[in-house]
Structures are given as C-alpha cells and as structure tokens.
C-alpha cells in the first residue's frame, strides 16, 4: 500500500490539515482501510479505487471509523492526483454522494482544488441537545454570538454550528471530550464548528473531532462548505458571494478555506484549498 501524506488548505507543511492519501485502494477490505488510518494517525485518510476516465471512488477513515466526507482529505487527494496525472476535473463518487472537483495550476506551479459539495441542509438543534452541547463545550448562553444562531448544517456530513461573541471564547477550547463524543454518536455529528465572525467575510472556526479520536482539526472543509450553506439558509449574506474560514491558528496550524456560495437554494457550496506534500 502506497500511502502519501499532504497537509490540506496551507501552502507550508507547517500549517494545514495532513491527511493521508492512497491513490489506488483496489482490493484493500474496510478492516484495511481502518488499521492503516489509525497506524497513520491524521484525522483522516482517503482510500481511493479508480473507476473510469478521471472517475474516483473514495472513502475516509479516521482513526476509529468511517465518515462519509471529509474536505480536507479530498483536497489532498485531488492535488495529489493531479500532480500525478494532470490538473483538469474530476468526479468523486463518495459514500455522501457525487463530488465534483476541478484542479487548476497557479503561477508559482502550485496546485489549487476546488471541490463543489452535495447539496447543503440547514436543520434546528433542539433545546436539550443544544444545552448538552454547551455543557460539554463548557460554554454558557452569554458566549453565543445572537446573529448567528446554533443550527445543525450538513454538505456531506452534520456539524452543528456554534457561534461565539467574542474571540477570546474561541481562543479557548477546553471541552469534556467524553460528554461531547457520547452526544455527537447519538446525533451523528462529525465535528462541531465553532466560528467567530471577524468581519461579513472573514470567520475564524475550531472544530473539536472527538468521534475520530482527535481533539481538534486544524483545517475542515466539510465544516467550511457546510457553514457556507448555513450562511445562505439563513439569509446571513449576499449570495453569490464568498467568505475565508482561518482555522487552526489557535494550535498553531494555520489554514485559510475560501469558501463560495452561489445564490441558487440547495446548490452545491464550492470549497477551494491548495495542498503541499510532507515528507
């Protein structure tokens, strides 16, 4: 098994979320699949079994299970495939639905991923999940930013989105990892985005990850494409329009997700993210 190793959404192997990355999972069983995602250790590892002219089936394993998306990991996948094969589209097939990504080559020869999502959903959180959500954040009612009330969003996998008021709250994360990974088994949540709004276009996220046996991700872009359909939903910005996610500058990875929204209702959230080979 031939296993690569990118970190997603930073052009310096200092910054970003590694994934890894294998370009052709033919023939490997889940148990496989799962044992070299937890032996590797990154949030995620994308599996990946050719299936026609530019045509991928993908999965992605954390190291204790399987999700049905993860952005990152398709970001990585996708410059790892074009470096190796050429840029131009490519169609995923994953266990969330169709992905569509285009791969482009930008001035300095790096290579930049678009992904376009599943269609987004906005849903309500109920009163006692989210009051069990904020005591397992350690967060109170006064920490909630108003303008952007908590709803679970979903473009390929469920995030409840929970905003803060100030940056200093998102500064600190220290949340009851048991509490939060017992009540995102039951609602079958993947992480949980937590935002701050720094101006209408530029929003700092953390996204604890406890079913994956990870505290936090330095960069999510299922979260990113998600939030962007919940921005939409609720009438939160103009569409088309488009917004920056900084994420993982609070454990000292830095990433920027760019994010675009176009203004069609249910239409796909488009992610982009370049990525860079770790030794």
Known sequence: MDILRYSAFSAAPGGGNPAGVVLDATGLAESEMLAAAAEIGYSETAFVVPAGDRVLDIRYFSPLVEVPFCGHATIATAVAYAQRHGVGPLNL???????????????DGAVVATLVSVPPRVEPIGDDDLAALLRALRWSADDLDPALPPRAAYAGAWHPVIAAAHRERLARLDYDMPALAELMARRDWATVDLVWRESPTEFHSRNPFPPGGVVEDPATGAAAAAFGGYLR????????????????????RPSRIDVSVPAGAGSGIAVTGSAVLLP
């Open 93 to 107: 097939r994953t266990k969330a639905g169709p992905v569509s990504v285009s791969t482009t080559s930008a001035a």
């Open 233 to 252: 939903e609720l009438g939160l910005m103009p569409t088309p329009g488009e917004i920056v996610v900084h994420q993982g500058h609070d454990m000292g």
